[in-house]
Every structure is written in C-alpha cells, then in structure tokens.
C-alpha cells in the first residue's frame, strides 16, 4: 500500500514536508522508500521498496508523533542559557558571564535528533557550506529545539491518528505553539508592514499546520533547493520518477534532467531583521517543465 499525500507544490514548506517524510519513511521501514510526486496531479506517493504492500500511513505519523526529539544540549544547560540570555549584561557576574560564552559555543554547535526508529541528526541551519543556514527562519534568542517539539506535540492528539494522508498538510492546529515559518500559507502573518504591527512582539499566535513545519524541519537536512543569487531566488524541483531519498535529493536540486520534472521558484520574507518566513512560488502560473 502507497502513501499518498496531497501537496501543493506552490507552497515550498508542503514540498520539502513531502522530502522530509520520505526521508523518515526511507528510515521506517526495513528495506527503504521511494517517492514521487505525480506528472498529472497534487500528490506525493511514498512506496516502501520491500514488501510495498505493507506501507502504513498510521505507522508513520504514530513513530513522528511519538518519537523522542533532544538536542545535544541538556535540558538543565538549555534552560541555564535561557535565563542568562533573558539578564540584564549589567547584572551578570564574571563567573556568569563565563558560563553564558561555554553553553552559548554549544548552542551555536547544537544538532537535533530524533531518536527511533528514526535515528536522524538534524543540523542543517549552522551548514554555510551547502546553504543550509540561509532557511533559518527563527530568531536569535529562539531555541529550536522548542519550536520543534511545540509542532510535533499536536500529532499526538487522538484526532491525528484517524487523518487520512491526503489531509496530513492541510490539518491545522491552535495549540499556540510558534511554528518554524516553513508554511508558506502563513509566510506573511508575522510581517509587521502587512499588519500595521509586530505580532512577535505582542506574543500573538495565528493557527499552525504542524505536519508542514516539522516533516520540512526534517527535509531540509537532505534535500536542499537550488539557489539563484541573481534574483535572491531558490529553486526546487518536484521530480516524476520513484527516487530513494539519496537520488531525489538531488533531482530536488534540479541536477537530474527528467522529462515531467516540474520546477518552481520562491523567495524569502525577512519579516523582522532576524525573522525570515518561506513564500509562495514566485510565478504559479508559468513553473518551467523539464
């Protein structure tokens, strides 16, 4: 049996979702996974290699749902650097002061991992060699490792185990946990030139797709778009062929020429000097086929 999850491909954090859960299928299931998303319509299918039969959706948001997801950084450390950042300099010791330059060095080589089944170390927001660090969305004193289990805490709910995948991108939630901006549908909410005001600023949460935030949190490790330093553009690409997670990473990229290849292009909203958000594809109407 297929997953088969419906995508708009003109919302770049739906795209790398679909990624991102190939990727965790791929490590799910004894044997691996491929995936595609359909010449003719709005759907990723994802296929296990061996046994295709048995793919189980269910299964698949149970383990994300449930999985355990730390930081390299303890719980007593991260909670530390939160109340050192959060003091006044003028009110910080040496010995403070001290403390606060050793956890922050960790912060800065922070990874993220979910543990089984799964086993994935995630890092890609310090990679500057590859262009990772340039879809970090959150700010400064934000901790990620927060921001990613605030997503993954509304798949619990009972309600999620009862969705079919075709609604997996598309459920949203209201639990105000902050989202990680990958969504492109919310891309703009938090700019205060939109709203006449910060929405940041006043702690104000808008609903949440959860799905997006966190399966996009897991692509970006692997699949990286392609970037286009001209129009301060990326560019990324919905391949046709069944591809394990190795080779659709890079036909993401737009390396690999296929026939029905489509390819779409998007930007960046810096919403505070700090804040940046994914946004829609550029032009909806005329993405390029390959």
């Not at 990229?253 to 505070?272: C, D, I, K, P």
Request: include cysteine.
């Amino acid at each position: 049996m297929s997953i088969r999850i419906k995508v708009d491909l003109t919302n770049p954090g739906q795209f790398f979702a679909c990624c991102g859960m190939l990727e965790l299928a791929d490590r799910l299931w004894p044997g691996g996974a491929e995936g595609a998303f359909s010449a003719s319509g709005p759907e990723f299918t994802i296929t296990r290699k061996v046994n295709p039969g048995d793919g189980d959706a269910t299964e698949l948001l149970t383990k994300l749902a449930t999985c355990a997801i730390n930081s390299t950084m303890t719980e007593d450390q991260i909670a530390r650097l939160k109340k050192l950042l959060n003091k006044k300099k003028t009110r910080l010791t040496q010995q403070d002061q001290t403390e606060k330059s050793c956890l922050s060095k960790l912060w800065e080589e922070e990874r993220i991992h979910l543990h089984d089944p799964f086993d994935i170390w995630i890092d890609w927001w310090s990679d500057d060699r590859a262009g990772g660090d340039k879809f970090k969305t959150w700010a400064g004193k934000q901790f990620v490792i927060d921001l990613v289990r605030g997503m993954q805490k509304p798949l619990r709910d009972a309600a999620w185990q009862e969705l079919p995948p075709t609604r997996w991108l598309m459920e949203p939630s209201s639990d105000g946990s902050l989202p990680l901006y990958f969504d492109a549908d919310i891309g703009g909410q938090s700019s205060s030139i939109d709203v006449g005001f910060s929405l940041d600023s006043l702690d104000m949460r808008s609903r949440t797709r959860p799905l997006i935030e966190l399966a996009a949190f897991v692509g970006l490790q692997r699949f990286r778009p392609q970037s286009n330093q001209a129009k301060e553009t990326f560019l990324y690409t919905a391949w046709s062929d069944p591809f394990v997670p190795l080779l659709a990473s890079v036909a993401c990229s737009g390396v690999l020429v296929q026939t029905m290849a489509r390819r779409f292009e998007f930007r960046l909203l810096y919403r505070t000097k700090y804040l940046k958000s994914f946004l829609p594809i550029v032009d909806p109407d005329n993405w390029t086929t390959r």
